[in-house]
Every structure is written in C-alpha cells, then in structure tokens.
C-alpha cells in the first residue's frame, strides 16, 4: 500500500474534525449538556501496530477493559469500512451514569448502560460516517451499532491482520470529565486506495505518483 | 399464508416494516396488542398517523434517515425511555410500556426500506432497579462494616497500647486456668512468656505449698462465677519470689456460660515485707529485737493455759541490771543502748530456741521457759545467766561489766496465773539484788 502524503493527512484531519464536529453537536443536543470534541489526530497502522500502542496506553495489568461500538459501513463509492468508536470501560461508565443520574456502585456495565452507550457510539459514528456521506457526495449504508468490552490485547482479534487501520485519536469532555477515546475506520487495503482518492478529491490535491509507494 | 408472512407474528419483539415512501407495510401482531390498532387499520398508514402525535421526534428522524440516507440507528432505553405509545397487553393505558427500539435500513429494490424493531425493556428496567437498590444497600453495609470495623480496631489498639503500658499484670485464663493473654507487665512477674505458660493452668506454676489453697478459691469462683482474689507467694524460674496478689472477673460466653477469667497480678511483696516488718515492730523492741512486754505478757497467758493442760512446768525469770543508770552517767547513753544490746544477746544465746526472752522494762528482761525441770536444772540457767552477762563489754573506747539480779517465779509452784507469778519473780530479783549489792556494795565497774 502506498504511504500517504502530508497533505493527504492534514486533508483527512479536516475531514474528520468537520465530522465529529458535527457528531458532538447531535450529542450535545441529545444529553442536553456541553460536549466538546477535540481535534483528532490521525494516523495510519497496521492492525498489530494499534494492538501494541492500546496496550501501552492501557496496560492489561490496570484490569480495566476497552468497551467498543462497531458499525459497519458500505458506501456506494466503492469502500467499506468497519467503524469503531474505543473507550476505556471504565470511563465509558462513568459517562453513562453521570448522563443517567445514577451513582450506583456497580463495577460492570449493566444490559441497560450498554444499550445507552450503543447509542451514543451510534449517534457519534453514524454523525461522522454522515457528513463523510455528505463531503465525498456519496450514500453510506450502515449497520447497527455492537457494544463489546475486551481487553486491548483481544479488542481486534475478529480483525485481518492484513486490514489497515485509520485511526483518528479524539479527546471528549463532559462537564467534569475528561474521557480520551479512539475512532476508528478498519478497511481493506483497496477500500482505502478508493477512501483516500475520495479525499484527494474533495480537497482538490495533486494526483499521487505511484512511485512514492514502498 | 406463507411462512414469510406468519413469521413476523411469531417473534416475541415489535416488527414495523415502513416503505420508502413513509407508509407502514408491515406491524405485526407484538405491535398490534401493545398499540391498540390492528395491522389492517394500520399498513398504509404513516408512523405519525398510526400513532398520533405521542411520539418521540427522534424516531421520526431516524426512520427518516434510514429510508433516505441508509443508516441504523438505535434508541436506548436509558435516552428514550418510551418513545412510541406502547403499553402493556391487557393492562392499563395508564403508563407507556418501556422500550428500546432499534432501526435499520433494508435496500429492497433500489430503494430503502425502514425496520423498527420494538423490545419491551420493562423487567429488564425492573431487575436493574432492584441490582442497583441492593448494591447502594451494599454499599452502605459495607460502609458501615467498614467503620464498625475501624472503630474495633482503634478500640482494639487503644487495649492493647494499655495493656502494654499498665503498672499492673493483666491476664485472661479459661475456665481451667490455663492463660490465653498475659501483658509484657505479667510475663514480667511471672519471669515466662505466654507461649510457655499457655498449655498449663498457671496456679501450676505456684509453689506446692500455695496450690492446693488457690486452686480451690480458683474452682469456687469458676462454680459460682463469682470473683477470684487471693494473695499468693511465688518463685519465679530464677529463684526470686514474690508476694503476688490475683484478682479476675468471670467473661461469659455467648450462651452465658464462664469461658474463663480476667483480671489483674499485683507485685504485692513490698505491702507484704511493710506489714511483716510493722507487725515485728508491733510485738518487738527495736532496740534489742526481743518481744516486748506486751507480747510476752501475751505469750505467757498462753504458756500458762497451755501448761495447765498438759501439766507442764513454766519457769519466769525476771533479770535486772545492777546499777545501770551508772553506766548511762559515766559512757552516755549510746553506751547504754550497747550494753543493752550486748545483754539481749546473750541470754538468748545461752536459752534455748522455744524459750521466750524479752525486754521488760528500761534494764529488765524476762524469760519464760516451757518444759522447766528441777530447781538444779533452774539454778543451772540462771548461772549461765549470770556468767554470760558478767562478761565483758566492749564499748568501742574502752570494755564495762554488768552484773545483774536474776529473779525466779515457777508455775505451778509459785503461782498459777500470770500476775501472781510476775509478782514473785519480780520481788525474787529485788530480793536477789538486795544480798548482791550487800555482797559487793557497787556493781558496774570499767574492767
């Protein structure tokens, strides 16, 4: 797969922070309380490379688990991709309940929580796939949202260790808390040749040279 | 009918199939019990017009979505709790059943089709309820415990920091004695630590003579629970001994019975030695050491009764030193004090160890000697007397000799009570000292 360009990068930055943008605004609206979305960060990796750098942020031996949302997506454009929204479990929690009003001392996530977490991972995925739709002029079908909590080390087993990773690092604040979690869109290696093109595109960059590949 | 069409009543969750141009095509018989409208009434009908304006705007916006735009969505119950007008089959109308509803886009044909998935979440709402009542309660429990259990342990370290620092030994036995706490004080006066006494029950520990009469006290008060003090002589393993005094209160169990016993161990040797010394001091003279006349008196009461019993014969002696006052006014009154001591021990020494010496008065002694014999046996004693006195005495600077008058009383022959026989002794030693003096006109003299 060829490297992306530093301008494909800064493209794809703005891409997403137009969309989250949007995603926070939907949920702010939904919990009725400020929430900030901060800029992501973007990087591309390899599934082994995110599995390694989840570890080191949150080491297995600290018991606390990754809750994911995943939905996938297939857009009439030509790439499909598995959108996974990353939270520390135990933030995650924390989130819900404040949002709920409950203060319960409850050490795992109840069948109710995560059904409330699967909607805001829905409302926050399906708001950024959305404006993604609406940037590329393309439809986006979506699947319904899964909530899973896992350890980093087994977080993407279900993954091809041939997938490539775009993963956009985003910060989100509620009132009080500071909870730091991942977006992140697995594809395949010509889903996001097609994603990337799409990009290129939308912000009118240079045709890439083929020779710049490895 | 075929299979396809009867399976959407067959499911136990809401089935609403909306076409692409925003009309119901399928509500299955789930919806149709919970909603009040029959499927016929409502396929063809908009989702606003099956279900009147009761409804929660997200839905719409969803099912929107999905038909337009191809996306999912999921309303949770905990954001939504009743966004469509659904309440419980057979019930009331008088509260919307709970719900979480999922939407998903179906491409039929080209076009998007819209499923609304409907599950009642009510005992789900319900058990969750309860899991979040009962950890709150845990919660507090445990909070409670928690300090409960602090509270025990502050209470815990403030016994024992006493029981480290009490003056007292402090002990706690079973019911057989055998100790199962003993302080640093205790292990102190007992000269072992607990691992080393704990088998065995500690009144094992006093010497024989003491055991049998502090093992009973111990058994009254296990019997009667009542409390336990005695006062005990004990050897410790490097030989010392002391005067211990125990005192315990029966602990009952939970049932009420005697578990066993606690209390205190004093050092009680020094109150013991005091008492001794002032019950000497009591019945002694603390110049000499020798019984006071009180106490002799006492004793020869006794001897007297005592004799008229077994028939005995008592002798009195009642000795008196010539000229005393002689030695005071020419050596003072410290020489005075030697000579008195020089005499004391003199006759005790030549008398028996029953014979009872005492000092009587300022220079007079008396003597009560059980199991008298003849009037030889007598003469004999007081000979000894006599010599022995006569000796000389050192006085640091130079030596004196004292002579003394010996006077004789015999029970039963010269009286059978006390005053009778004082009185004859008594006038015997004048008597004496009378042809003493007219034999030698003076009697202390520098040697």
């Known amino acids: ?214 | 009918m075929d299979c396809c069409q009867l399976l959407p009543d067959c499911v136990d969750l809401g089935l609403i199939l909306v076409g692409q141009d925003g009309r119901i095509r399928v509500w299955n018989r789930w919806i149709e019990e919970r909603a009040g409208l029959s499927a016929e009434q409502a396929v063809g009908l908009t989702l606003a017009e099956a279900f009147g304006p009761h409804v929660d705007p997200r839905v719409a916006l969803v099912v929107r979505e999905a038909l337009d735009f191809g996306w999912s969505a999921r309303l949770s119950h905990a954001l939504h709790p009743m966004p469509l007008p659904l309440f419980p089959p057979g019930g009331g109308r008088a509260e919307r059943m709970k719900q979480s509803i999922d939407v998903t886009s179906l491409p039929v044909g080209g076009a998007n089709q819209c499923l609304v998935q409907v599950r009642d979440v009510t005992e789900t709402v319900r058990r969750e309820a309860l899991l979040k009542q009962q950890a709150r309660q845990l919660r507090a429990d445990l909070h409670r415990l928690t300090r409960a259990q602090a509270e025990l342990q502050r209470s815990e370290m403030r016994f024992r920091e006493l029981a480290r620092q009490a003056p007292a030994g402090l002990f706690e036995a079973d019911a057989q004695a055998c100790c199962t706490f003993l302080n640093e004080r205790c292990e102190q006066l007992l000269g072992q630590e607990l691992v080393a006494v704990a088998g065995t029950p500690w009144i094992n520990l006093l010497p024989f003579s003491e055991q049998t009469r502090v093992r009973k006290s111990w058994c009254q008060a296990v019997e009667s629970a009542t409390r336990f003090s005695e006062e005990f002589r004990f050897t410790r393993p490097d030989g010392s001994y002391l005067w211990m005094r125990a005192e315990a209160g029966p602990l009952r169990d939970e049932s009420g019975r005697i578990g066993g016993f606690i209390g205190t161990m004093l050092d009680v040797t020094e109150l013991h030695e005091r008492a001794t010394r002032n019950e000497f001091r009591a019945n002694h003279d603390g110049l000499t050491s020798l019984l006071n006349r009180d106490r002799f008196e006492r004793h020869l009461r006794a001897a007297i009764s005592g004799a008229r019993e077994v028939s005995d014969r008592l002798a009195l002696l009642f000795i008196d030193l010539d000229d005393f006052k002689g030695i005071n006014d020419n050596h003072g009154h410290n020489a005075g004090d030697t000579v008195l001591k020089a005499v004391a021990g003199r006759v005790r020494r030549v008398l028996r160890s029953e014979d009872l010496v005492a000092r009587y008065g300022g220079d007079e002694f008396a003597v009560l000697i059980s199991g008298a014999g003849d009037a030889q046996n007598l003469d004999a004693i007081i000979g000894k007397i006599n010599q022995a006195v006569a000796m000389p005495i050192n006085l640091g600077h130079c030596h004196v000799r004292v002579a003394c008058s010996v006077g004789l009383a015999v029970f039963p022959d010269h009286g059978t009570d006390p005053a009778t026989l004082l009185n004859h002794a008594d006038k015997a030693m004048y008597c004496a000292k009378r042809t003493r003096c007219a034999d030698s006109g003076s009697s202390a003299e520098p040697v």
């Not at chain 1, 404040?98 to 996530?109: E, F, H, N, S, Y």
Request: hydrophobic residues 45%; charged residues 25%.
């Open chain 1, 1 to 214: 797969m060829r490297r992306f360009s530093e301008l494909e990068m800064d493209a794809l930055t703005e891409a997403f922070n137009l969309s989250l943008g949007e995603a926070a605004a939907t949920f702010s609206a939904i919990v009725r309380e400020e929430i900030e979305l901060s800029v992501p960060t973007i990087e591309i990796l390899s599934r082994d490379e995110l599995t390694q750098r989840l570890e080191s942020v949150q080491p297995s031996a600290a018991g606390d688990r990754l809750c994911r949302i995943n939905q996938q997506f297939d857009a009439a454009s030509g790439f499909q991709t598995d959108a996974l929204l990353l939270f520390p479990e135990h933030g995650s929690l924390e989130i819900v309940r404040r949002m709920l009003g409950d203060d319960t001392p409850i050490q795992q996530i109840t069948e109710l929580e995560q059904d409330a977490l699967a909607e805001i991972g829905n409302i926050i995925i399906n708001s950024c796939m959305s404006s993604l739709a609406n940037l590329f002029g393309t439809e986006m079908r979506g699947s319904l949202p899964r909530v899973q909590s896992r350890t980093a080390r087994t977080l993407l087993d279900d993954k091809s260790d041939s997938d490539v990773i775009l993963v956009a690092r985003i910060g989100m604040t509620m009132a009080a808390h500071n909870l730091s979690g991942y977006v992140l869109f697995i594809m395949d290696v010509p889903s996001i040749e097609s994603f990337m093109a799409q990009v290129g595109r939308l912000f009118r960059l240079p045709e890439q040279d083929d020779s710049l590949s490895p």
